[in-house]
């Protein structure tokens, strides 16, 4: 059974950082892509960042670009999000996700929701002004 577990949310003044973690377990994931997503309050989930397990080509939403990355540590399974100069703006729910890794030619699916089918239970981003 899949198993996606966030760490690492807490609150956090602006211009701060913090590192999430999804430890994944389960299954190996080298055929997959991994994505993170964020949810604000009364706002839609959306995408934030995704790294495909194999090779570890990456993906940003343009609000994050430059200032988080996405990272992946095959031995220990999980997933990292740093994230750098963070804002108001960035406070959210933070959810880590698995998906098929289907290659390049559908690299625009892999910043869709419906593209995922296993998610973790989310972790909080308090950022303070």
């Known amino acids: 059974q899949v198993q996606l577990a966030e760490s690492g949310g807490g609150l956090v003044q602006a211009g701060g950082s913090l590192r999430l973690a999804c430890a994944a377990s389960?299954?190996?994931?080298?055929?997959?892509?991994m994505g993170w997503f964020r949810q604000a309050p009364g706002k839609e989930r959306e995408f934030v960042a995704a790294?495909?397990?194999?090779?570890?080509?990456?993906y940003y939403a343009n609000s994050v670009k430059g200032r988080f990355t996405i990272s992946r540590d095959n031995a220990k399974n999980t997933v990292y999000l740093q994230m750098n100069s963070l804002n108001s703006e960035d406070t959210a729910v933070y959810y880590c996700?698995?998906?098929?890794?289907?290659?390049?030619?559908?690299?625009?699916?892999?910043?869709?929701?419906?593209?995922?089918?296993?998610w973790g239970r989310g972790t909080q981003v308090t950022v303070s002004s």
């Open positions: 996700a698995a998906g098929a890794d289907k290659g390049p030619d559908n690299t625009g699916s892999y910043y869709t929701i419906r593209w995922y089918n296993y």
């Open positions: 389960g299954r190996t994931f080298s055929g997959s892509v």
């Open positions: 790294i495909r397990w194999s090779g570890g080509v990456t």
